[in-house]
């Protein structure tokens, strides 16, 4: 049986990712009209090298400069080789960039255009992602993603 993925939904998700290194490995792809709420990322190192980090991070729109394709970063993973992090505290993104506006947060209309996802570019183009990439392919770690997609279509 398919799982429902139709407007008023929300499913609880979780994507396996094994050997992420220093290509950007998207591990989740916004959609437009859905809130994605991460409720734990587990990170195990494979190996790394030197001191090398794994970086969490979402694509996505800057509020603060009205401007598309920004990169916020969440976490700096640090684990020696053979250990485990669990990322544990829950954040919530939007599947899509707003309208684009200009800066500052100031009104209430700019806080409902991000709310609105209203972007009308076509994929990716609009979509913003959480990904993770490390320092090298000398470092690589498995992922494992729980999340509630939330579809607000």
Known sequence: MAIARGAGTEII???LFEDVDNNIEKLIVGVQHHIYTVLSISCYCNVRSGTETGDLQI?????????????HKVARISCNAHET?????????????PVDFTGPMDTI?????????????????????????????????????????????
Do not use: M, W
Request: proline letters at 1%; glycine letters at 12%.
């Open 13 to 15: 998700r979780c994507h």
């Open 59 to 71: 694509a996505g729109y800057d509020a603060n400069l009205g401007d598309t394709g920004a990169y």
């Open 85 to 97: 992090f669990v990322y544990s505290d829950k954040f919530s993104f939007n599947g899509y960039e």
């Open 109 to 153: 209309a700019k806080q409902d255009a991000i709310a609105d996802q209203g972007n009308t570019g076509t994929f990716p183009t609009g979509s913003q992602f959480l990904h993770f990439s490390t320092g090298s392919s000398g470092t690589t770690y498995d992922l494992i993603v729980t999340f509630i997609d939330q579809n607000n279509s």
